[in-house]
């Protein structure tokens, strides 16, 4: 059974950093591309960043320089290395093994203003 299991969110002022984690058990991890989403109080969930098998990125544009995603392989383990945080940042993180189409549960990062 694939588990997803997010964790590193918290409160944090505006400017401020978090590092977010998502350990993987139950697959291969190091097969499949790993994003990481978010979901705003009242808002869509939406995407935030993926990495590839090799370690290709990408970003969405609200979180480019900002945000850096990583993987690794021997730990199973995704992270979300989230600088100069903003209050517009606050939201539930979640991260998705993309081809299964499996999710955490979820992390809550809130910036204050």
């Known amino acids: 059974q694939v588990q997803l299991v997010e964790s590193g969110g918290g409160l944090v002022q505006a400017g401020g950093s978090l590092r977010l984690s998502c350990a993987a058990s139950?697959?291969?991890?190091?097969?499949?591309?790993m994003g990481w989403y978010r979901q705003a109080p009242g808002k869509q969930r939406e995407f935030v960043a993926q990495i590839t098998i090799r370690g290709s990125t990408k970003y969405t544009d609200s979180v480019k320089g900002r945000f850096t995603i990583s993987r690794d392989n021997a730990k199973n383990t995704v992270y979300l290395q989230m600088n100069s945080l903003k209050p517009e940042d606050t939201a539930i993180y979640y991260c998705?093994?993309?081809?299964?189409?499996?999710w955490g549960k979820g992390t809550l990062v809130t910036v204050s203003s």
């Open positions: 998705k093994m993309e081809q299964l189409d499996m």
């Open positions: 139950g697959t291969i991890f190091s097969a499949n591309v």
